[in-house]
T-cell receptor, first 111, second 113 residues
């Protein structure tokens, strides 16, 4: 599994966009980038995933660089409920592929 | 759908005791997983199952056992509990391994004293 590097913590003002970076310089061609988040004491929650194109859903947008060595998760209008630890995970999509969780980025959204 | 449910929510064990953490899902998912999460760390995979009757080890299986007699249930057994097993345990499920999303339960917080 490719490893990922994320900043340990970030702050964001409520209502502003939160941009969470992730480096995955050793990603291979068939590996996807996944984002999960974990709100305090709860189980992780899937947010979004992508291969090489930018992706958007009702929760967030995912921007992957052209060389696929890094990506950014964007929460367009952060709310207090978005305070959580965000995990960037790289995994393949064939056969059994486990999720390898690092320590993630702790995002604090403040009023 | 209740999704993934886990019992108990909290438990304190004495060293050497045994217990079973229960996990049930009502989404008819084939794949189920057990993770542990130590304070300030990410989740680590203990065991997983690709269907009833089939289980396999993850990254940190020592000290644990699992069984999968039905699609819905995936209990995790701790034999001879040790302080190193103090952790939060999460069960998850997905339709297949390659599926985008794993659905997680609320967790069981276990303390071994």
């Amino acid at each position: 599994d490719a490893k990922t590097t994320q900043p340990p913590s970030m702050d964001c003002a409520e209502g502003r966009a939160a941009n969470l970076p992730c480096n995955h310089s050793t990603i291979s061609g068939n590996e996807y980038v996944y984002w999960y988040r974990q709100i305090h004491s709860q189980g992780p929650q899937y947010i979004i995933h992508g291969l090489k194109n930018n992706e958007t859903n009702e929760m967030a947008s995912l921007i992957i660089t052209e060389d696929r060595k890094s990506s950014t998760l964007i929460l367009p209008h952060a709310t207090l409920r978005d305070t959580a630890v965000y995990y960037c995970i790289v995994r393949g999509n064939t056969g059994f592929q486990k999720l390898v969780f690092g320590t993630g980025t702790r995002l604090l959204v403040s009023p | 759908n209740a999704g993934v449910t886990q019992t108990p929510k909290f438990r304190i064990l004495k060293i050497g005791q045994s217990m079973t953490l229960q996990c049930t899902q009502d989404m008819n998912h084939n794949y189920m997983y057990w993770y542990r999460q130590d304070p300030g760390m990410g989740l680590k995979l203990i065991y997983y199952s690709v269907g009833a009757g089939i289980t396999d080890k993850g990254e940190v299986p020592n000290g644990y056992n699992v069984s999968r007699s039905t699609t819905e249930d995936f209990p995790l057994r701790l034999e001879l509990a040790a302080p190193s097993q103090t952790s939060v345990y999460f069960c998850a499920s997905s339709p297949t391994s390659g599926y985008n999303e794993q659905f997680f339960g609320p967790g069981t917080r276990l303390t071994v004293l």
